[in-house]
């Protein structure tokens, strides 16, 4: 892990949009339709291009980063 990589919480990072390392602003994300609440889950909105990242449970969870798993 180098000083630029996304990581929960963390002001500076790479953009995983527009690849700058640059301020990122967090908020806590809360969604609740028909008796189902997401919770735990933050958004980093890019300072330079505004692309935003979910993390869900400190984990990065958008833009997809790894192999998708395929149901059986």
Not at 31 to 55: I, K, M, P
Request: proline share 7%.
């Amino acid at each position: 892990m180098t000083d630029t990589d996304p990581a929960y919480l963390k002001k500076a990072f790479q953009c995983p949009h527009c690849n700058k390392v640059t301020e990122h602003f967090w908020g806590e994300l809360l969604y609740e339709h028909t008796g189902f609440r997401l919770s735990n889950a933050d958004v980093a909105v890019c300072d330079e291009c505004h692309g935003q990242t979910l993390w869900v449970v400190d984990r990065h969870a958008d833009p997809p980063t790894g192999e998708m798993v395929h149901p059986a």
